[in-house]
């Protein structure tokens, strides 16, 4: 009786301290966590797929940016905490600020594209993916050509994944931003001639 009671009690901790588990800090986040996600998503951009009824050709792979995970950890955590669903955050924040404040930012680049992908109660990365990809906008956002960067983070029972792409400009066109024979204007660059 007495080994019973401890075997259950042993059991009972252990299912305690899964339920209470909070996910890592994106800093800390697994390689195997990150390389899942990217083969699931470049897997299918590689080949093209339908969202709903559109078909999308291949995409260029996309690759992981930390400060993409930050922001997507931040927004994670928040409508935990706060018990909401959406792409808002309660304190007004839309996607773009958040992805800014992360760092991620569109300063010296020509072109800047972000998206997010939220989800709620999925138990792995396969059922999230499978989700995002059944749903037609969400799996326009991870077909778009114009993503380049992703980050994506699982807090409890919310899956946030943040897109980014940004160009930087040419390396003859950075040149003459250095030397002021060109500036930035309107997020595109205007040269001039002495």
Excluded at 36 to 54: A, D, P, Q, T
Excluded at 82 to 96: A, E, L, N, P, V
Excluded at 154 to 167: A, C, E, L
Aim: charge should be positive; proline fraction near 5%; include cysteine.
């Amino acid at each position: 009786m007495r080994e019973m009671l401890r075997k259950g009690s042993l059991l009972i901790l252990l299912l305690l301290t899964v339920a209470t588990a909070r996910p890592q800090d994106p800093e800390i986040s697994g390689e195997e966590f990150k390389s899942e996600f990217l083969r699931y998503i470049n897997g299918v951009r590689k080949v093209g797929c339908n969202c709903g009824k559109k078909y999308y050709p291949p995409a260029p792979p996309i690759t992981w940016n930390p400060l993409l995970q930050k922001a997507a950890f931040g927004h994670a955590r928040d409508m935990n905490d706060k018990r909401y669903f959406g792409h808002d955050s309660r304190d007004g924040r839309s996607i773009m600020t958040r992805i800014v404040q992360a760092g991620y930012y569109f300063k010296g680049f020509q072109d800047f594209t972000i998206g997010e992908n939220i989800a709620r109660g999925q138990q792995s990365i396969r059922e999230v993916m499978t989700a995002w990809f059944q749903s037609e906008g969400h799996c326009k956002n991870l077909m778009n050509p114009k993503f380049k960067e992703v980050g994506v983070v699982q807090y409890n029972d919310y899956w946030v994944q943040d897109f980014g792409g940004r160009t930087p400009f040419s390396a003859e066109v950075q040149k003459m931003l250095e030397s002021g024979k060109a500036k930035i204007v309107a997020g595109t660059a205007k040269t001039w001639h002495d």
